[in-house]
C-alpha cells in the first residue's frame, strides 16, 4: 500500500537528527543552486518517498528528476531492466568513444519483449491524468526540494500525443526545462525544438564530450528553446580541454550543469576515468566561483558517478559533493 504525504513526512522526520526536524534543506551557497539528478542514488531503492529522504539527508534543496521516479510514483507499467536509464533511443545521441558505456545487444526475444512493454507504457502514458503529478510535487516542495528539471528523452518513434505527455509531467511539476542526450539525428533535433517552442518550456541537451561551438552551436540555432545540459566532467574527461570558457560562452543558453570529476584523456584517446571530487582535472571549483561572480541563475546538478570507496556509501559521497560546492562558493 502507498504510503500517504503524510506518513512520509512522519517517516522522514523520525529518520532525520533531532536538530533538523524542523529544518528543510538548503543547497543554494552565495547564489549558486546545487542539485542533484536522481541517477546519482542508482544504486538505492529508487521511489518517489525514498529518493526525497536521499535529497533531505544530503540538504539538498533541488532536483533533476529522471522519468522512473516519477512514473513509479503515478503508477506506471515500467520495464524491470535499467531503472535508472539505458542505452540512448535511436538518434538521440550518447557517449562518444572514450565516454565510456556500451552493453551487449539483446536477443529477439529482449527486443519483442521490450516492444510490448513499450507499448504498455505508451498507452498508459496517453491516458494518465495529471493529479498523481501535482501530488508528487506537492510532497517535493513540501519538504524543501525544487524540481528543476524533467528527464524523460523524446524519440522519433513517439507521437506527438506522447509528446504533450512529457511536457505536460514537466510542467506539472513544475519544472522549466525537459532534458534529453544531444540528438545526432537532425530530423530529431527539428522536431524536438518545434515541440519546446510550441509548449515555450525547454529542451535541454545533455552532452558527453561532443560539442565545442560547432556541436553546441548547432542544436542551440535550431531554436530559442533549445538549450544546454552542459556536462562539464564529460567534456574534460573527454577532450581534456577546461570547460570554463564554454561555461561562460554559452551562459545564456545553459539550462543546468551536470558536475562530476574526471581525469584528462590518456595519450590513445581514452577518456579519463570518473574520479571522486577534488582528485581528477575538472576544474570545479573554478566553474562553481565563475557561476558566483557572474551570478548566473541556471543550477549546477550533482551527478555521482565515481565508484563508491570502501567503507564508504552512496549518501555519505553524495554529502561530501555538497560539502566540496559549498567550500568553493564559501
Excluded at 53 to 76: F, P, Q, R, T
Excluded at 126 to 136: C, G, T, V
Excluded at 264 to 278: K, L, T, V, Y
Amino acid at each position: 500500500m502507498r504510503i500517504t504525504r503524510r506518513d512520509f513526512g512522519k517517516a522522514a522526520a523520525a529518520a532525520l537528527p533531532a536538530g533538523r526536524l524542523l529544518a528543510k534543506p538548503d543547497s543554494r551557497f552565495n547564489g549558486v543552486q546545487i542539485g542533484v539528478i536522481t541517477y546519482s542514488f542508482r544504486a538505492l531503492p529508487g521511489s518517489a518517498e525514498e529518493t526525497l529522504k536521499y535529497c533531505v539527508d544530503c540538504g539538498i534543496s533541488a532536483i533533476e528528476l529522471m522519468s522512473n521516479v516519477a512514473e513509479s510514483y503515478a503508477g506506471a507499467p515500467l520495464p524491470q531492466m535499467r531503472p535508472f536509464g539505458g542505452p540512448p533511443p535511436k538518434g538521440a545521441g550518447g557517449p562518444p568513444k572514450g565516454a565510456g558505456g556500451g552493453r551487449p545487444q539483446m536477443t529477439p526475444e529482449q527486443m519483442e519483449a521490450r516492444r510490448k512493454q513499450a507499448e504498455a507504457l505508451r498507452a498508459w502514458r496517453l491516458a494518465a491524468p495529471m493529479a498523481k503529478y501535482k501530488e508528487f510535487r506537492r510532497m517535493y516542495e513540501d519538504a524543501g526540494v525544487k524540481i528543476y528539471c524533467f528527464k524523460l528523452p523524446p524519440t522519433m518513434e513517439m507521437p506527438d500525443a506522447e509528446y504533450d505527455y512529457i511536457w505536460n509531467v514537466a510542467e506539472t511539476l513544475g519544472a522549466d526545462h525537459i532534458t534529453m542526450e544531444l540528438p545526432t539525428q537532425d530530423e530529431l533535433l527539428a522536431r524536438v525544438a518545434e515541440f519546446a517552442a510550441k509548449r515555450r518550456l525547454a529542451i535541454a541537451f545533455h552532452t558527453h564530450g561532443q560539442g565545442g561551438a560547432s556541436g553546441f552551436d548547432k542544436v542551440l540555432a535550431a531554436s530559442k528553446y533549445t538549450m544546454l545540459n552542459f556536462d562539464v566532467g564529460h567534456y574534460y574527461g573527454v577532450n581534456g580541454d577546461s570547460p570554463v570558457p564554454l561555461v561562460e560562452k554559452y551562459a545564456a543558453r545553459i539550462a543546468s550543469l551536470h558536475l562530476k570529476d574526471r581525469k584528462a584523456p590518456d595519450a590513445s584517446g581514452q577518456g579519463g576515468p570518473n574520479m571522486p571530487w577534488g582528485e581528477g582535472g575538472t576544474p570545479l571549483k573554478e566553474i562553481l566561483q565563475l557561476m558566483k561572480a557572474k551570478r548566473y541563475k541556471f543550477p549546477a546538478t550533482i551527478e555521482y558517478e565515481y565508484q563508491t570507496p570502501e567503507g564508504s556509501d552512496v549518501l555519505t559521497e553524495v554529502k561530501k559533493c555538497v560539502e566540496f560546492c559549498r567550500r568553493a562558493l564559501a
